[in-house]
């Protein structure tokens, strides 16, 4: 079988990639430019910006992964458009989207927060193209707890940062469990519409950091921020637009009760796949 994944570089897309190409299919890499990628994968030179460029790309695929990169909202809302374009020209076997955790329009209905026009374009139209598509939809991923000032706090000072309420569960998710699920759906054409992904039940503040403190050998506790200050803690590391727009997610998902994944549409329930604890992702990682 044959496999476009996009971003495959990337934190998403090099362990779908990986896992892909360990199982012996055939994975083709869309890149912008001249991105390293393991030996023996094709590459494709296209940009989101080429519908046509795309459309060639997805030609006789069997699965196109897709998630959209960060940007400014109307370029990531016209690459969507490019992409639908670009599947309802080439319509290849199947595509899995992945919602990279932004809200969608059916979250931002719930409550869940303000939706992302981009991402909820581009499963609209991947799913009025009539093609067979799954969504991927996790919540947070655990590598955001790898930045430098929140992973350096629970390592040297014993103290895990974040901008989340102590008592806030949520489904945390790693781009590991993210890919091992894409590379799942990419084959399973009986599983359509979305698929969450995420731990469950969903883990707090407290929990994430016994888990870093098992693993450190210290004790490790929690202090939960705001969204402003930790938006000035990643501003030198990200820009203080990304940040900016990271404290937004942040307040929208601190009104909710919780940011817990349902049982009924999981990962864990549709594929029989559960995520990794935070335990395993951490010794999976060699931390």
């Known amino acids: 079988?044959?496999?476009?994944?996009?971003?495959?570089t990337g934190a998403?897309?090099?362990?779908?990639?990986?896992?892909?190409?360990?199982?012996?299919?055939?994975?083709?890499a869309v890149s912008r430019g001249a991105a390293a990628v393991p030996d023996g994968v094709r590459t494709v030179a296209a940009d989101y910006a080429s519908a046509d460029a795309l459309a060639r790309a997805y030609e006789g695929a069997d699965g196109v992964?897709?998630?959209l990169p960060l940007g400014a909202p109307d370029d990531r809302l016209a690459f969507a458009r490019n992409v639908v374009a670009a599947v309802e020209r080439a319509r290849p076997a199947r595509v899995v989207v992945s919602t990279s955790g932004a809200f969608t329009d059916d979250a931002a209905a719930a409550g869940g927060g303000p939706a992302d026009?981009?991402?909820?374009h581009l499963i609209e139209g991947v799913r009025r193209s009539g093609v067979s598509y799954a969504v991927v939809a996790p919540r947070?991923?655990?590598?955001?707890?790898?930045?430098?000032p929140v992973v350096g706090g629970a390592r040297e000072e014993g103290v895990l940062r974040y901008p989340l309420a102590a008592g806030l569960r949520v489904s945390w998710s790693s781009h590991l469990d993210v890919a091992d699920v894409v590379a799942a759906l990419l084959r399973r054409t009986d599983v359509v519409g979305t698929v969450a992904v995420g731990q469950y039940p969903a883990v707090t503040g407290p929990q994430l950091a016994a888990a870093f403190g098992d693993r450190f050998g210290r004790e490790v506790a929690y202090e939960g921020i705001t969204p402003d200050a930790f938006a000035g803690l990643i501003a030198p590391l990200l820009g203080?637009?990304?940040?900016?727009?990271?404290?937004?997610?942040?307040?929208?998902?601190g009104t909710l009760p919780d940011h817990a994944i349902a049982p009924v549409d999981s990962a864990q329930e549709l594929l029989g796949l559960s995520p990794r604890t935070t335990g395993e992702?951490?010794?999976?990682?060699?931390?």
Request: zero cysteines; charged letters at 5%; a negative charge.
């Open 65 to 67: 992964f897709v998630h």
């Open 281 to 287: 992702w951490l010794v999976d990682l060699g931390l």
């Open 140 to 148: 947070l991923f655990l590598e955001n707890l790898l930045l430098p």
């Open 1 to 8: 079988m044959s496999f476009v994944i996009h971003g495959a």
């Open 117 to 120: 026009p981009a991402v909820g």
């Open 240 to 253: 203080e637009a990304t940040a900016a727009g990271v404290a937004g997610l942040y307040r929208a998902i």
């Open 12 to 28: 998403q897309g090099a362990p779908v990639l990986a896992a892909l190409a360990a199982s012996g299919a055939s994975v083709t």
